[in-house]
C-alpha cells in the first residue's frame, strides 16, 4: 500500500471565530475566549495604533494626539456608554481639541498642555469602570500629558 502524497486541508475554523493578521477588526455575537479572557457583550480595544513612546517632536505629539481624538470618537459610538458616560467622553473630546489648537500655536504653553490633557485622563478613568477602553485612552492622554513638557519645553 503505497503512501499517499496530498495534503490534508485545513480544517475551517469554527463558527465565529477568526484567525485575525494586522490590524483587521472583527464583531462576534455571544462570548469569545482570547487567550485566557471570555468576553462576554462587546468589547473596544483601544490604542492599538498608539505610538507615544516614541514621540519627540511637535508634529509626532499632534499626530498621536489626532489618533488618540480619532479613538475617543470611535469609543463615543459604543452603545454600551450611558448617557453621562458619552457626556464625558464629549468633554474630553473638546480638551482634546483645544489641545491640537494650543500645540498649533507658534509659541505653545507646555503646562497648559500638560493641565488639559491630565484632566481629560482624569475624566476618561471616571468613566472608567466598566469600559475598559476609557481607562486605556485615559493612559495614552496622561503619557501625552507628559511627554508636552518634554516635546514643547517648559
Avoid: C, W
Avoid at 507646555?110 to 475598559?132: D, F, H, W, Y
Amino acid at each position: 500500500m503505497a503512501a499517499s502524497n496530498k495534503k490534508k486541508s485545513p480544517q475551517p475554523a469554527p463558527k465565529n471565530q477568526v484567525i485575525l493578521k494586522d490590524n483587521a477588526k472583527i464583531n462576534a455575537k455571544g462570548n469569545v475566549i482570547m487567550g485566557d479572557q471570555i468576553i462576554h457583550g462587546n468589547q473596544y480595544n483601544a490604542g492599538g495604533n498608539l505610538n507615544i513612546a516614541n514621540v519627540s517632536t511637535p508634529r509626532e505629539f499632534i499626530e498621536q494626539l489626532q489618533q488618540v481624538q480619532s479613538e475617543i470618537a470611535m469609543l463615543k459610538q459604543s452603545p454600551e456608554l450611558s448617557a453621562s458616560q458619552a457626556r464625558r467622553i464629549e468633554a474630553v473630546e473638546g480638551d482634546v481639541v483645544e489641545v491640537i489648537q494650543e500645540v498649533q500655536k507658534p509659541k505653545p504653553l507646555p503646562a497648559r498642555i500638560n493641565e488639559t490633557l491630565g484632566e481629560a485622563q482624569e475624566t476618561m478613568n471616571k468613566i472608567g469602570g466598566s469600559v475598559k477602553s476609557a481607562v486605556e485612552l485615559g493612559a495614552a492622554l496622561g503619557a501625552l500629558a507628559e511627554l508636552a513638557i518634554k516635546v514643547f519645553g517648559g
